[in-house]
């Protein structure tokens, strides 16, 4: 059984940061590229960032380019999401999620290439 474990969110005043992890177990994590999602009250879930199985290849969002940083562990089956200059728009419930091709070529951001999903943490940036 695949179980993705979200950790590290929480409150922060705008312009802190925050090190969100997920550890992954119930596959071969570095065999899959995986993601970060994100989805506020009332609106839809998006994407934030994703990274393919070896670590060489990142995508990120416009809305958080230049600070956010997606990275993984694969020693440790484990990816991160470190958040700095926070926004009170970044506040969400952010999702890590696992892809479900094996060693995809080209990374996608669309929710429907991952199979597995977190519980979800809550980050909540106050003005």
């Known amino acids: 059984q695949v179980q993705l474990v979200e950790s590290g969110g929480g409150l922060v005043q705008a312009g802190g940061s925050l090190r969100l992890s997920c550890a992954v177990s119930g596959r071969t994590f570095s065999n899959y590229a995986v993601g970060w999602f994100r989805q506020a009250p009332g609106k839809e879930r998006e994407f934030v960032a994703a990274?393919?199985?070896?670590?060489?290849?990142?995508s990120y969002a416009d809305s958080v380019k230049g600070r956010f940083a997606i990275s993984r562990d694969n020693a440790k089956n484990t990816m991160y999401l470190l958040m700095n200059s926070l926004k009170p728009e970044d506040t969400a419930v952010y999702y890590c999620?696992?892809?479900?091709?094996?060693?995809?070529?080209?990374?996608?951001?669309?929710?429907?290439?991952?199979?597995?999903w977190g519980q979800g943490t809550q980050v909540t940036v106050s003005s």
């Open positions: 999620a696992l892809d479900r091709l094996v060693r995809r070529v080209v990374l996608t951001t669309g929710p429907g290439a991952y199979d597995n």
């Open positions: 990274i393919n199985w070896s670590g060489g290849k990142t």
